[in-house]
């Protein structure tokens, strides 16, 4: 049964840093996109980071500078290093995935999600 799962979400002050990790595990052929996504409180999921296979990465607007993403092709693991948090970096962040596992396409997987929440 492929799986992504989240972990390293935690309660930090404003101004200090995390690191969210993304395992992908199961029958696994190639993953192509990884990307983290955050839903804050009473607002929609958004988009807040990609990396391509390749290792291209894009950010939105209001982490650039401050969160870098990246992956270990060979661990099947993507991670976001959070910096100068803020308290609107508050949510639950979700990993995303573009899978090709054994009897199946390419298909969109999600994580169950990893809580971070800033104090100010």
């Known amino acids: 049964q492929l799986q992504l799962v989240e972990s390293g979400g935690d309660l930090v002050q404003s101004g200090g840093s995390l690191r969210l990790s993304c395992a992908a595990s199961g029958s696994i052929i190639a993953i192509n996109d990884m990307a983290w996504y955050r839903q804050r409180p009473g607002k929609q999921r958004e988009f807040v980071a990609r990396v391509q296979h390749s290792g291209t990465t894009n950010l939105a607007d209001s982490v650039k500078g401050r969160f870098t993403i990246s992956r270990d092709n060979a661990e099947n693991t993507m991670y976001l290093y959070m910096s100068r948090l803020e308290p609107e970096d508050t949510g639950v962040y979700y990993c995303?995935?573009?899978?090709?596992?054994?009897?199946?396409?390419?298909?969109?997987?999600w994580g169950q999600g990893t809580q971070v929440t800033v104090s100010s």
């Open positions: 995303n995935a573009n899978i090709r596992a054994v009897g199946h396409g390419w298909e969109n997987y």
